[in-house]
């Protein structure tokens, strides 16, 4: 069976992306993030998603005072964000747990891809003895991956390879210290790891899912007053939890929810995710949200318990609550994940990810952000060194100011709107000559494979070695939303560029649209931009 076969045996349920549509609640609750210094006394609620940015596969945690959160990145490098909140509501990027996809050349685009490969659902743990975090995630279906850092931002550094791949892997750190694994899809089993986590001591199959559920995948692992929870998702629209005096069990299976309608409209079921607790002892349950063509977007309700220990979500009208009273936390309000960038330190911020692992000999920033072509191709799909910006919904648009002067004939530089997918805007130099262009139809195939690298649909002349590129993109889940592109030669007064783009809404590719930055030769190696500024704006 290869990996294509394999992943979609695992993930075939998804087809039921957006069965709750028609049943959501009526009205939009649009996430407004509060900036910094706004007064904490106007976060009385909450809206959800708490982040409409694609964060899939959540697993979140709490280490004193503080929360952190991890997603799923795919193809993306670095993997694994780290992002951290106080109050469960306002978050903020602070690092990365996979520094690089050190898992073979494809994810370097050489010699091979790894789009829809690389970090999938994975674990973020906290050992008190230690003081310290783990990251583990399985890498291919072939084998897991562990990561170690002291401070959760960083730096992180690889601490072991496991022979066995935990898929859709939770991780426990006991009370008693021992480290334990909760993976699998519908067989879920257990992994006792050896006392410094480099190796597997025990493994034990401990629940048979029922033919009537389907698929369980998604393994969170938690000890809550003495018992043992395995909480799995039935992917796309349902939520159960197992329980145990043990974790090697015998487990009891519990519904949590099903076809629950969710907070987005259009969108899909909350499920998958984790739970997490207060200093204070509330409980949450952050859930994702499939929101194509946006991605997955976090979700927040509160959790209550039943006398005999299992978890309930708290509803609003028998859905997902749009909104919720505020965590009983002191709001504290973090830098918003959208504004401007100018690339003034010479590493990127945590924001950025790069589509596939970069080319390090051929970026730099400190003065703007210098990117040197790195591949000859005419594939946006094959060029390394393109960089990638998640989109905040429901819309947003995206302005890159772009220094051309270094351009070199057959250069190909601009703003994507880049997923399976694509369309762009940006310039093109020939015979010395500088040109605006609008590029749509690059598409892939469901092996990854490209199988269109455009057309040219737009192009006007530039006077100057400087521009503007903007892209709007409207990301409320569902089919026909599209993108506009324009660009400026003064920063000021922006010209459309190209019929409107019709974004894909489909959701085999997992990862949602991203702005991307890009400059690739289509000739020879040699030509430079450089991004002077790059900023993500709501309306």
């Known amino acids: 069976m290869n990996w294509i076969d394999h992943a979609l045996q695992y993930t075939a349920n998804r087809r ?74 306002n978050w903020e990027f602070i690092g990365h747990s996979v520094p690089r996809l050190d898992f073979g050349a494809k994810y370097d685009l050489n010699g091979g891809r790894g789009y829809v490969r690389g970090i999938w659902a994975s674990t973020l743990a906290h050992r008190p003895s230690e003081n310290r975090f783990y990251w583990l995630g399985q890498i291919d279906f072939a084998r897991s991956y562990m990561y170690t850092a002291t401070n959760p931002a960083g730096p992180w550094t690889q601490h072991a390879q496991l022979p066995r791949a935990y898929y859709d892997a939770g991780m426990l750190v006991d009370t008693d210290n021992t480290m334990y694994v909760a993976y699998g899809n519908t067989q879920i089993s257990v992994a006792q ?61 519990r519904q949590v929810l099903l076809d629950m309608p969710g907070p987005i409209p259009g969108g899909g079921v909350p499920h998958q995710g984790g739970l997490v607790s207060t200093p204070g002892g509330a ?125 070199r004939d057959g250069d190909r530089t601009g703003l994507a709107m880049l997923r399976d997918a694509s369309a762009w805007i940006g310039v093109r130099r020939d015979n010395g000559v500088l040109r605006a262009v609008m590029w ?24 100057g070695t400087k521009v503007w590129l903007r892209a709007k993109a409207d990301i409320r889940p569902g089919s026909g939303r599209q993108a506009q592109f324009s660009y400026s030669e003064d920063g000021t007064t922006f010209v459309p560029l190209g019929p409107a783009f019709t974004l894909n809404s489909n959701w085999t590719f997992f990862m949602g649209y991203r702005f991307a930055v890009f400059n690739h030769a289509t000739t020879a190696l040699g030509g430079a931009v450089t991004v002077r500024r790059f900023e993500v704006a709501t309306p």
Not at 16 to 23: D, E, S
Not at 440 to 463: F, H, I, K, P, V
């Open 193 to 253: 790891l050896s006392a410094d986590g480099k190796t597997e001591v025990r493994n034990q199959q401990v629940f048979t899912t029922p033919a009537n559920i389907g698929t369980l995948e998604g393994a969170r692992f938690y000890k809550i007053n003495g018992s043992y929870y395995i909480f799995l998702t039935r992917p796309a629209n349902g939520q159960y939890i197992l329980k145990a005096s043990s974790p090697w069990g015998p487990y009891t299976l």
């Open 16 to 89: 039921r992306l957006f069965v709750t549509g028609a049943g959501l609640a009526a009205g939009a609750a649009l996430f407004a993030p509060y900036a910094v210094g706004d007064a904490e006394a106007q976060q009385t609620t909450f809206a959800n998603p708490v982040v409409w940015q694609d964060f899939a596969d959540v697993e979140v945690i709490r280490v004193g005072d503080a929360f952190y959160m991890t997603a799923s990145t795919m193809h993306y490098s670095p993997g694994a964000p780290v992002l951290r909140s106080w109050d469960l509501v």
């Open 440 to 463: 749509d139809g690059l598409t892939m195939d469901s092996s990854w494979n490209t199988t269109g690298t455009g057309t040219q649909r737009a192009s006007a002349d530039l006077c």
């Open 283 to 407: 409980w949450y349950y952050m859930a994702f949200v499939d929101a194509y063509p946006g991605g997955r977007m976090p979700a927040l309700a509160p959790i209550t318990w039943t006398a005999d220990g299992w978890p309930q979500v708290t509803t609003v009208n028998g859905a997902w609550g749009q909104t919720y009273p505020f965590p009983n936390l002191t709001p504290r309000p973090v830098p918003p994940l959208t504004g401007a960038d100018t690339f003034t330190t010479a590493a990127l911020a945590p924001k950025w990810e790069w589509n596939h692992n970069p080319d390090n000999t051929k970026w730099t920033a400190g003065n703007g952000l210098r990117l040197q072509t790195a591949t000859v191709t005419g594939d946006l799909y094959a060029a390394r060194n393109t960089l990638t910006h998640r989109i905040q919904g429901p819309s947003s648009t995206a302005t890159v100011e772009l220094d051309l002067a270094s351009m």
